[in-house]
């Protein structure tokens, strides 16, 4: 069971938009650690998506967008590409693990 | 350009020590706020974080696993290096290394690890 909460699938027609949660708790996102997401396509390596709760790395289209909230993060794309349709992982930091690195347990996003 | 490949056997004994090797280049972990992160995925499941090592030789471990971990670096080398003992088959995985500065920004490919007798 992981320390961040995720639900274990969404999907969305093409052109809509779609949402992932990251519940976590106050020892983690409540604690004010920034929460990252990463984008995996089956059979390839993580990539980051949004790092420091908000922000893009260059290369991310902008229909990728991250936001924090008390002791949640989330995710929402928007305009749903075929190529969208990957594993989504948020990850941050939990003070109680030792400020060890934890992960979600994952979203697989389908696009209908 | 940032790149990380990870090395090591792609088969090791249950009870038996894997050592895996970070090879890096494009950056240097003796530059303030870097670090080195060890992340697996056994197949079919999620990420696990494993450890990391930071510029200042700081290290953090994954608690559930801490008590078999050890990463250490060598910074003349680019080299990070990762040690997990007392294999057991549900340590079978991939396991990535990833270069660890705004979130886990660039990753390397993985390389496969079996735990069979």
């Known amino acids: 069971q992981s320390v961040l909460t995720q639900p274990p699938s969404v999907s969305g027609a093409p052109g809509q938009r779609v949402t992932i949660s990251c519940t976590g708790s106050?020892?983690?996102?409540?604690?004010?650690?920034?929460v990252h997401w990463y984008q995996q396509v089956p059979g390839t390596a993580p990539k980051l998506l949004i790092y420091?709760?908000?922000n893009r790395p260059s290369g991310v289209p902008d229909r990728f967008s991250g936001s924090k909230y008390g002791t949640s993060a989330s995710l929402a794309i928007t305009g749903l590409r075929a190529e969208d349709e990957a594993d989504y992982y948020c990850?941050?930091?939990?003070?109680?693990?030792?400020?060890?690195?934890?992960f979600g347990g994952g979203t697989k996003l389908t696009v209908l | 350009q940032i790149t990380l490949k990870e090395s090591g056997p792609t088969l090791v004994k249950p009870t038996q020590t894997l050592t895996l090797t970070c090879t890096f280049s494009?950056?240097?972990?003796?530059?303030?706020?870097?670090?080195v992160g060890w992340i697996r995925q056994p197949p079919g499941k999620a990420l696990e974080w494993l450890a990391l090592?930071?510029?200042?030789?700081?290290?953090r471990y994954s608690p559930f696993l801490k008590s078999r971990l050890t990463v250490t670096k060598d910074t003349s080398k680019n080299q990070v290096v990762l040690t997990m003992t007392n294999m057991d088959p549900v340590d079978t995985a991939t396991y990535y290394c990833?270069?660890?500065?705004?979130?886990?920004?660039?990753w390397g490919k993985g390389t496969t690890v079996t735990v069979s007798s």
């Open positions: 090592i930071y510029w200042d030789d700081d290290k």
């Open positions: 990833a270069h660890r500065r705004m979130g886990l920004d660039v």
């Open positions: 494009g950056f240097s972990l003796s530059n303030s706020g870097v670090g």
């Open positions: 420091g709760n908000s």
């Open positions: 990850q941050s930091y939990d003070s109680s693990l030792s400020d060890s690195g934890v």
């Open positions: 106050s020892s983690n996102i409540g604690a004010g650690y920034d």
